[in-house]
């Protein structure tokens, strides 16, 4: 895939604040993506095309789902469920004929012939039940954002020293930028790579254990007086922090609970 260099949704999501920038990139080209899935677009044979073919994940439908366009999306899923059939059947009826050919009892190298066609109808069966276009698109998109930021690390010395500064990566984003870092950074520049995330990172997690833990202080009685500090949403920002941004801020709601 050829990298696309753009800068300024970069510049927009670090200037923004909060872990982690690439999430926010993320959010924005999901909601982007869905957007066009349930709008114009997908009447239009090229994209409809890709989407009977590919379908959504279920993260996506539940996300197409609630925004609420119940036609639309009954549009898309009429013309992929006819063409998911279609392929269901023919997984099938592969695995049916693998199947007969394994009960008869070959030997050998027929035996393994037969095994494999099976299991090859299962991987293709398997394929169907992953697919996501919105999914594929979206890794599209952090490919570029994360060749953008090392693009601008490198040549950039202001945004050099802004993402200095940022409030870390969440484990998803700091697993994708170490991956293409070696590709995209020359290698006299990947020391001071590794070495500016391991100053980013390190610090960004330790406060969130310990707003973690000052979280589950204020639910002993002996707390009850001290102030929340930064630990009233300190779950959700944990597993965003971890997992990648999952949770909603105001899930911080509800964590208060209990603590008051
Ligand atoms: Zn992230
Ligand atoms: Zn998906």
């Not at 639309?72 to 998911?84: F, Q, V």
């Given at each position: 895939m050829k990298l696309h260099i753009d800068t300024i949704p970069v510049w927009d999501a670090i200037r923004q604040g909060g872990p982690c920038f690439l999430c926010t990139m993320r959010d924005r080209s999901e909601a982007t993506?869905?957007?066009?899935?349930?709008?114009?677009?997908?009447?239009?044979?090229?994209?409809?095309?890709?989407?009977?073919?590919?379908?959504?994940?279920?993260?996506?439908?539940?996300?197409?789902?609630?925004?609420?366009?119940?036609?639309?999306?009954?549009?898309?899923?009429?013309?992929?469920?006819?063409?998911?059939?279609a392929a269901m059947n023919e997984a099938l009826s592969r695995a049916g004929r693998a199947a007969d050919a394994m009960g008869r009892g070959g030997l050998g190298r027929s035996k393994a012939r037969q095994e494999e066609a099976y299991r090859a109808a299962v991987q293709d069966l398997g394929t169907m039940a992953e697919d996501?276009?919105?999914?594929?698109?979206?890794?599209?998109?952090?490919?570029?954002?994360?060749?953008?930021?090392?693009?601008?690390?490198?040549?950039?010395?202001?945004?050099?020293?802004?993402?200095?500064?940022?409030?870390?990566?969440?484990?998803?984003?700091?697993?994708?930028?170490?991956?293409?870092?070696?590709d995209l950074l020359p290698a006299k520049e990947l020391p001071g790579f590794i070495d500016a995330l391991t100053r980013i990172e390190g610090p960004a997690y330790e406060t969130m254990g310990s707003d973690v833990s000052w979280f589950i202080?204020?639910?002993?009685?002996?707390?009850?007086?001290?102030?929340w500090k930064n630990a009233r949403d300190a779950v959700p920002r944990a597993v965003n922090l971890l997992r990648g941004r999952t949770l909603p801020a105001d899930e911080a709601e509800s964590s208060r609970d209990g603590g008051e």
């Open positions: 993506w869905a957007e066009r899935f349930l709008g114009a677009s997908v009447m239009e044979p090229e994209w409809r095309i890709r989407v009977n073919r590919h379908g959504f994940c279920a993260r996506h439908h539940q996300l197409l789902y609630g925004m609420g366009n119940r036609l639309g999306h009954a549009l898309m899923l009429e013309s992929h469920m006819h063409e998911t059939t996501c276009i919105l999914c594929s698109h979206m890794a599209e998109d952090t490919a570029n954002a994360v060749g953008t930021v090392l693009h601008l690390w490198q040549h950039d010395g202001e945004f050099r020293s802004v993402f200095a500064g940022c409030a870390g990566f969440c484990l998803p984003h700091l697993h994708a930028l170490l991956a293409d870092a070696p202080k204020k639910f002993d009685y002996r707390y009850q007086a001290e102030p």
